[in-house]
């Protein structure tokens, strides 16, 4: 399936994020409680040929590194890693302008 044909975003969140996302009309929504990596979830949204990208909390980036990291190296789907309710983590991160090159193969000024 190329790209045009992958139009759901899919989320990988703790409760309350996926609350937020869920109100903000994104359906394909997988709750992790506390203690759980949510990696079999992730693993299921990545070969979901519908998925252009996958929205995960930092930490459970953190706890499924070596996962995204594989995930990454396809053209599809992206993720993108965004702050939970306990904060953004300090590390290094993909800028908005180097996700952008590697979902569309372009460069972008933003």
């Known amino acids: 399936m190329s790209g045009p044909d992958r139009i759901n975003i ?5 409760d309350i ?3 937020g ?4 009309g994104i359906g394909n929504v997988a709750a992790v409680k506390e203690g759980e990596t949510g990696r079999a ?3 299921e949204f990545a070969n979901d040929p519908t998925v252009a990208v996958i929205i995960v909390t930092e930490s459970i980036g953190e706890k499924n590194r070596d996962l995204l990291n594989r995930i990454t190296l396809r053209p599809w789907p992206v993720v993108v890693e965004i702050p939970g309710p306990e904060g953004k983590i300090e590390r290094d991160s993909s800028s908005l302008k180097e996700l952008v090159r590697r979902a569309l193969g372009i460069e972008m000024d933003v």
């Open 17 to 19: 994020t996926a609350l």
């Open 21 to 24: 996302v869920k109100l903000a």
């Open 41 to 43: 979830e992730i693993m």
């Open 10 to 14: 899919a989320t990988v969140t703790d």
